[in-house]
């Protein structure tokens, strides 16, 4: 069954920083699209971050530009969200998931983890 593992979330310190991992289990992440998602309670799931199937380069969400680095690990095999700066309001559980482009909307994308919480507070 083709799913990501994230790991790294937890309680931190408005100002501080945390780095998500998500672990591909059953694939690599050749040929696909990548993408970091957060859900805040009561809120939709809201993609922050994506790396296009090919690209150099991550796309952002204009809330996270210059904040959120993502990066891939060299055997394709896991992902990273460096997080900086945290604020309270990105309280939210967040998840890594597949699709063919990174333009899709949430609802196409695949291979969902459970999610890893992220808690911003002092």
């Known amino acids: 069954q083709l799913q990501f593992v994230e790991s790294g979330g937890g309680l931190v310190q408005p100002g501080g920083s945390l780095r998500l991992s998500c672990a591909a289990s059953?694939?690599?992440?050749?040929?696909?699209?990548i993408a970091w998602f957060r859900q805040a309670p009561g809120n939709e799931r809201k993609i922050v971050s994506c790396?296009?199937?090919?690209?150099?380069?991550?796309e952002y969400d204009d809330s996270v530009k210059g904040q959120f680095t993502m990066s891939m690990d060299g055997a394709k095999m896991t992902v990273y969200l460096q997080m900086d700066s945290l604020r309270p309001e990105e309280t939210a559980v967040y998840y890594c998931a597949t699709a063919d482009s990174c333009h899709f909307p949430a609802g196409r994308f695949n291979s969902w983890g459970q999610g890893t919480q992220v808690n911003v507070s002092s």
């Open positions: 059953g694939f690599t992440l050749d040929n696909l699209a």
């Open positions: 790396i296009n199937n090919g690209d150099d380069w991550p």
